[in-house]
């Protein structure tokens, strides 16, 4: 192992927003032993507010995690007389919710990503039998996957009294104006869409938020059993979502920027030794590996280098995934492309095996 501080591409703080204690505001208790729906914790109304101003909604509300928001939304949608819908590539919290309301007695039927004709064909085939499309997805899908077509999904939903949930939290902080997300980029703010999105990823808050009309939003509020059993987001979250909101409003769009160059650096970098990489313009960038070479031992081999990156399988194919960050250096861009470079070097040479 290199006696160098390794390169790390395993964190997903695409921003490289990080909230040490001496950068947060004090407080009293990290919470107040109250539920939401007694008592809201202090600010959390007006960070929600902002969030909902950011992502283009009427309003929204905070919880401590997509598990949470998704388990409770689709608890209360189970209420409807509605068919859920479900993207193939949506992220497994979010189905998990939509599980949950199956379980409850919808109807659920997955179609396959980007499918808007055979979305369509579903959509008809449960109104005709008197219920509402109430579609999945997710805002933006790494790993390959292209981006859903979000306008043609909220158009199908808005035509049949529907709605389109989103699971935005790859794209919120990265995408869409001041990083606003996928309501932003694809300018659907006028369709009926609920977005749930955790603030973990670009923003680095353990945080989630759900965002959309007032209607909707107040009537989640007045049903949400998390917001009654569970403990609200903690006093010292949502001091660190005030710095959050700060910082961006200064430097996230030049954060997004930086971090644009450091994905385009890494990409030439590959392109120019003549190595594959997909992930097009988002920070998740994942290399495909040939059948022969064993996984476990290209990481080994790169973890050597100093170099720490994730080993992906999926669907029998192997590929090493790195997570770039606005705070990576050009050192490190350069450092991981060149391990990457003598893996391949050393695997036409059969240097890598397993064992």
């Not at 209420?79 to 819908?85: F, G, I, K, P, S």
């Not at 999945?136 to 709605?163: H, I, K, V």
């Not at 590996?289 to 031992?297: N, V």
Request: charged content about 20%; overall charge positive.
């Amino acid at each position: 192992m290199s006696m160098r501080e390794p390169a790390d591409f395993t964190s997903a703080l695409y921003l490289g927003m990080r909230h040490p204690g001496h950068a947060l505001e004090g407080w009293d208790a990290l919470t107040l032993g109250k539920p939401a729906a007694l008592y809201d914790v202090p600010g959390a109304r007006a960070v929600a507010e902002s969030l909902a101003r950011l992502q283009g909604s009427a309003a929204a509300t905070l919880l401590p995690s997509t598990l949470h928001l998704f388990w409770d939304l689709f608890g209360m949608l189970a209420r409807e007389r509605c068919a859920v819908l479900v993207d193939d590539a949506a992220y497994p919290v979010a189905r998990w919710g939509a599980e949950r309301a199956a379980g409850l007695g919808l109807p659920l039927r997955a179609f396959r990503h980007g499918d808007t004709a055979a979305l369509a064909r579903l959509v008809g085939y449960w109104r005709d039998a008197g219920r509402w499309p109430l579609i999945l997805a997710d805002g933006y899908s790494p790993g390959g996957a292209d981006c859903a077509p979000l306008g043609q999904y909220g158009a199908l939903a808005e035509r049949d009294g529907g709605l389109l949930v989103l699971d935005d939290t790859q794209a919120l902080g990265v995408l869409g104006r001041h990083g606003g997300g996928s309501l932003r980029r694809h300018g659907i703010e006028h369709l009926p869409v609920l977005v749930g999105a955790s603030l973990a990823k670009a923003f680095g808050v353990p945080l989630a938020v759900l965002a959309g009309s007032a209607a909707w939003v107040a009537r989640f509020e007045r049903v949400s059993d998390t917001r009654l059993h569970a403990s609200p987001p903690s006093q010292a979250v949502v001091a660190a979502t005030r710095r959050v909101l700060r910082l961006n409003a200064l430097c996230g769009d030049g954060l997004r920027r930086l971090l644009a160059q450091r994905i385009a650096c890494f990409r030439a970098a590959l392109r120019q030794g003549g190595l594959a990489c997909d992930g097009g313009r988002f920070p998740v960038q994942s290399v495909p590996l040939p059948g022969r070479l064993d996984l476990a031992a290209a990481h080994r081999a790169l973890r050597q280098a100093g170099v720490l990156a994730l080993p992906q399988s999926k669907g029998g194919r192997a590929r090493l995934t790195f997570l770039l960050r606005a705070d990576h250096t050009q050192a490190d861009i350069a450092r991981a492309a060149t391990a990457l470079l003598d893996l391949r070097h050393d695997l036409r040479h059969e240097r890598i095996s397993g064992g």
